[in-house]
């Protein structure tokens, strides 16, 4: 079939389409621990593999500071886990004041297990202005100290 487009406007993008910010350009990063073999650029910054993990067990923050702050409609997490059933709690929030007070977007549990449910994606769509910080807190076992946490993908558009 042959087929032409006619007209000279470019058509409108469909919701939610619009291009990933490139965080290793527009953003420093804070961590409160990383493993050397699965740094946080693996998580952030699109055609590495991998994803982030922590090099301690616990509780672990990931925070993206902006400068100038920044306005944020999307915000993409993909967790995986293929080895042990755990209950991990996220926490996403953001502060427009260089991170003296923060405000809460979402609080998740989502329950992994090896022999099914080995991976979450997350989507949310926000509007937020005059980002100045976006932090992430990730639980990796609501239930076991000694989880590790990791992320395999974050995008922000």
Do not use: C
């Amino acid at each position: 079939m042959r087929k032409r487009l006619i007209g000279g406007d470019k058509p409108a993008s469909p919701a939610g389409t619009e291009e990933w910010l490139m965080l290793d350009e527009l953003a420093e990063v804070e961590i409160s621990s990383e493993d050397a073999a699965h740094p946080i650029e693996y998580a952030l910054v699109p055609g590495n593999d991998g994803g982030w993990r922590a090099a301690v067990p616990g509780t672990q923050t990931i925070r993206l500071l902006f400068t100038p702050p920044r306005r944020l409609r999307r915000i993409r997490l993909d967790f995986v886990e293929t080895t042990a059933a755990r209950t991990q709690e996220y926490v996403l929030r953001w502060s427009a004041d260089e991170g003296r007070s923060f405000r809460e977007i979402v609080r998740q549990q989502w329950n992994f297990n090896p022999h099914g449910a080995t991976s979450e994606g997350e989507e949310h769509q926000v509007e937020l202005t005059e980002v100045g910080v976006l932090e992430l807190i990730i639980t990796p076992d609501i239930g076991n100290a000694n989880a590790f946490a990791s992320l395999a993908q974050l995008r922000i558009a």
